[in-house]
């Protein structure tokens, strides 16, 4: 059964593991996705056009999201095999150490193609680990809600996503206060992939202490674990992981295109400064917080389809607002956007962490997460802001918009297919 109720204790002590571990993994995502927006570009690849180099920054920033499915599969095959607190302490552990050893690479200066490449193979370290992290935490917490809170429990692995942000840019911004610019392209900007060895610490010391999810118990007290569980996935429930995948790309589209791309667009295109910018996007998160919670909640009282579905509509607005906004010359215009598009994604993202493992058995359910919220990955985030950054140069922002509205009806679309899972294992 999906649904058992633990003790108190257990419960407070498995959603603190579900949220501060996922929160780490986060923040060291997010570190290189800022460090891509401001200084990756210059430090990794040869001098040249701006544009250029940005354009390669991005096409490592895509890297992790190749490598995040594969990172699913294996950490969902142990996942369903083994058990998930095993798993989620690999995970932690490997993500933790690849973005470590980012800070600690000799630049494109110094070792010439070497940097690049190095970076490219830690960069994949991160996707693997981050591969097995998400699904393993909404599993955490889904697989110990009791009845009829299932999307409640499942939006604190999700709050972990604005609480890593929010770290991230937190760091950069005192960087950039406290900073020449010429120190932090110089080293500052390494200080907050060296500062995640202590939190990765405090993750592993947290998740050291749970125990088995009575869900994951009860399946193998039925029968042996599959043999290869992403066989069993994708030959058994197929229809779950297309349409699964697809209700996610609107989630991601919307964030990175929000945060990533605008970070590097408001600062080299509209001429806002780094620390301005930073703080818009630390305030506008705020609101997708929000919008992980208020969708969380009416998720369990409406169910997830029609929830998901009033944000893609919204979703798909956005597209039209975007270009009008960002273009404005208006800070509290472009401020406003992203609080409105943050919360929009929020609102979307916060019922994923009940309904992914709900489209899947618990004997495949690790693995069927994984590769679903990550293949997702692949598809709504690898080059959302390669994308964005091409589309600008071709046509202008408006063809931003546009592609944000057409993630936004392949989602609804996704939605429509789709099972309502609310009832199920009641």
């Given at each position: 059964?999906?649904?058992?109720?633990?003790?108190?204790?257990?419960?407070?002590?498995?959603?603190?593991?579900?949220?501060?571990?996922?929160?780490?993994?986060?923040?060291?995502?997010?570190?290189?996705?800022?460090?891509?927006?401001?200084?990756?570009?210059p430090v990794f690849f040869p001098p040249g056009e701006p544009g250029v180099q940005q354009l390669?920054?991005?096409?490592?920033?895509?890297?992790?999201?190749?490598?995040?499915?594969?990172?699913?599969?294996?950490?969902?095959?142990?996942?369903?095999?083994?058990?998930?607190?095993?798993?989620?302490?690999?995970?932690?552990?490997?993500?933790?150490?690849?973005?470590?050893?980012?800070?600690?690479?000799?630049?494109?200066?110094?070792?010439?193609?070497?940097?690049?490449?190095?970076?490219?193979?830690?960069?994949?370290?991160?996707?693997?680990?981050?591969?097995?992290?998400?699904?393993?935490?909404?599993?955490?917490?889904?697989?110990?809600?009791?009845?009829?809170?299932?999307?409640?429990?499942?939006?604190?692995?999700?709050?972990?996503?604005?609480?890593?942000?929010?770290?991230?840019?937190?760091?950069?911004?005192?960087?950039?206060?406290?900073?020449?610019?010429?120190?932090?392209?110089?080293?500052?900007?390494?200080?907050?992939?060296?500062?995640?060895?202590?939190?990765?610490?405090?993750?592993?010391?947290?998740?050291?202490?749970?125990?088995?999810?009575?869900?994951?118990?009860?399946?193998?007290?039925?029968?042996?674990?599959?043999?290869?569980?992403?066989?069993?996935?994708?030959?058994?429930?197929?229809?779950?992981?297309?349409?699964?995948?697809?209700?996610?790309?609107?989630?991601?589209?919307?964030?990175?295109?929000?945060?990533?791309?605008?970070l590097g667009y408001g600062t080299a295109a509209l001429g806002y400064t780094r620390p301005a910018?930073?703080?818009?996007?630390?305030?506008?998160?705020?609101?997708?917080?929000?919008?992980?919670?208020?969708?969380?909640?009416?998720?369990?009282?409406?169910?997830?389809?029609?929830?998901?579905?009033?944000?893609?509509?919204?979703?798909?607005?956005?597209?039209?607002?975007?270009?009008?906004?960002?273009?404005s010359g208006s800070g509290a215009v472009v401020l406003a956007f992203l609080c409105l598009s943050?919360?929009?994604?929020?609102?979307?993202?916060?019922?994923?962490?009940?309904?992914?493992?709900?489209?899947?058995?618990?004997?495949?359910?690790?693995?069927?997460?994984?590769?679903?919220?990550?293949?997702?990955?692949?598809?709504?985030?690898?080059?959302?802001?390669?994308?964005?950054?091409?589309?600008?140069?071709?046509?202008?922002?408006?063809?931003?918009?546009?592609?944000?509205?057409?993630?936004?009806?392949?989602?609804?679309?996704?939605?429509?297919?789709?099972?309502?899972?609310?009832?199920?294992?009641?």
């Open positions: 059964m999906l649904q058992t109720t633990p003790p108190p204790l257990s419960a407070r002590r498995v959603l603190a593991a579900s949220f501060v571990g996922t929160a780490i993994e986060f923040f060291d995502f997010y570190i290189y996705a800022t460090a891509t927006a401001l200084v990756i570009g390669s920054a991005f096409a490592t920033f895509a890297i992790a999201f190749l490598a995040r499915p594969v990172g699913a599969a294996l950490f969902g095959h142990f996942g369903d095999r083994v058990g998930r607190k095993a798993t989620l302490v690999a995970s932690l552990l490997i993500m933790g150490v690849s973005t470590v050893l980012i800070g600690c690479l000799p630049t494109y200066a110094t070792a010439g193609w070497w940097a690049p490449a190095l970076l490219c193979l830690l960069r994949c370290g991160q996707g693997i680990g981050f591969g097995g992290e998400w699904g393993g935490a909404a599993l955490l917490a889904v697989e110990n809600a009791p009845p009829g809170k299932r999307a409640w429990y499942g939006i604190f692995p999700q709050l972990g996503a604005p609480v890593g942000f929010i770290l991230a840019n937190l760091s950069f911004l005192a960087l950039s206060f406290g900073l020449s610019a010429e120190s932090f392209q110089a080293w500052g900007w390494r200080l907050p992939f060296l500062a995640s060895a202590a939190l990765v610490g405090v993750g592993l010391y947290v998740r050291l202490k749970l125990s088995e999810t009575p869900a994951f118990k009860a399946a193998l007290a039925q029968s042996k674990p599959e043999r290869v569980p992403f066989a069993a996935m994708v030959t058994g429930h197929g229809h779950a992981l297309v349409v699964g995948t697809l209700a996610m790309v609107a989630v991601y589209a919307v964030f990175y295109i929000s945060t990533v791309f605008a910018f930073l703080l818009f996007e630390c305030i506008a998160v705020c609101f997708m917080a929000l919008g992980i919670a208020l969708s969380g909640a009416n998720a369990d009282r409406f169910g997830r389809r029609p929830v998901l579905m009033v944000g893609m509509v919204v979703a798909f607005s956005l597209g039209g607002l975007l270009g009008p906004m960002l273009s943050l919360f929009t994604m929020g609102w979307i993202f916060g019922p994923m962490g009940a309904l992914l493992p709900e489209l899947f058995p618990t004997r495949v359910r690790y693995t069927g997460a994984s590769v679903t919220y990550n293949l997702a990955g692949i598809v709504g985030a690898s080059g959302a802001p390669y994308i964005a950054q091409r589309l600008v140069d071709w046509g202008g922002i408006a063809w931003v918009g546009a592609y944000l509205a057409v993630t936004a009806i392949i989602s609804f679309l996704a939605v429509l297919m789709m099972p309502e899972t609310l009832r199920k294992g009641v």
